[in-house]
């Protein structure tokens, strides 16, 4: 069936530093969704990408879909507290009864002062 | 903002005992879903439901595992006999569209410890 894989497992960054969070998908996606679940919390929707080499911008945060829609990335410039959590992205399983949406494993950002 | 509900926050249950967790999803949301978390893991989906209807169940053990909906509107999750292994976040989502175009909107889970 249909993985959704993430690297890095875990990121520890200076606050201001860089951070990219990647997945691969084994399959094509229609589609790929984003969700950032803070320590202790649940999952919370960021974003949908839909096209082919597709960018969005989130102030510091930036979604990319990869022109095979097999992959995405997250990057978050220059890090806060705020972006600590754990970041997942989710391509969507296709059945002939349904549709839902499958988790990586997530990446998990720790920012330090 | 709309939020779906989720009670209890936490459970503590005991090897071979019944537990249930109710979930309350976005007032409007036909598309509800059941996931477990298992601490450093993303979500898995155990059940979907569309209005009152189980979409796909695959994933539910349901030897021990049920799932209900009965209204199209709240729904509950059961697990009897609980064993050790089912430690873990139980979340419950629900979306506009069965096509979660909009994304999920998850409940603040039910976090279960088997001892």
């Known amino acids: 069936g249909q993985q959704v894989m993430q690297i890095p497992q875990y990121q520890h960054v200076q606050e201001g530093e860089d951070f990219t969070t990647y997945c691969n998908s084994s399959t094509t996606l229609s589609n790929i969704q984003w969700y950032k679940q803070r320590p202790g919390g649940h999952p919370v929707f960021l974003i949908q990408l839909v096209k082919s080499g597709e960018v969005k911008k989130q102030k510091r945060l930036t979604f990319q879909f990869g022109e095979a829609k097999k992959n995405s990335s997250l990057h978050i410039t220059a890090t806060q507290t705020t972006d600590v959590g754990t970041y997942f992205c989710?391509?969507?399983?296709?059945?002939?009864?349904?549709?839902?949406?499958?988790f990586g494993k997530g990446t998990s950002l720790l920012v330090t002062p | 903002e709309a939020e779906v509900a989720q009670s209890p926050r936490y459970k503590i249950t005991e090897k071979s005992q019944a537990v249930a967790f109710w979930c309350d999803p976005i007032?409007?949301?036909?598309?509800l879903y059941w996931y477990r978390q298992i601490l450093g893991q993303g979500p898995e989906l155990l059940v979907q439901f569309q209005d009152e209807s189980v979409v796909d169940d695959s994933q539910l053990p349901k030897d021990r595992f049920s799932a209900e909906r009965l209204k199209g509107v709240d729904s509950t999750l059961k697990i009897q006999p609980a064993e050790l292994g089912d430690s873990a976040m139980y979340l419950c989502?629900?979306?506009?569209?069965?096509?979660?175009?909009?994304?999920?909107?998850f409940g603040s889970g039910t976090r279960l410890t088997v001892v």
């Open positions: 007032s409007g949301h036909a598309t």
């Open positions: 989710a391509g969507p399983i296709v059945s002939n009864s349904g549709y839902a949406l499958n």
């Open positions: 989502a629900s979306s506009f569209t069965g096509y979660g175009g909009l994304g999920y909107t």
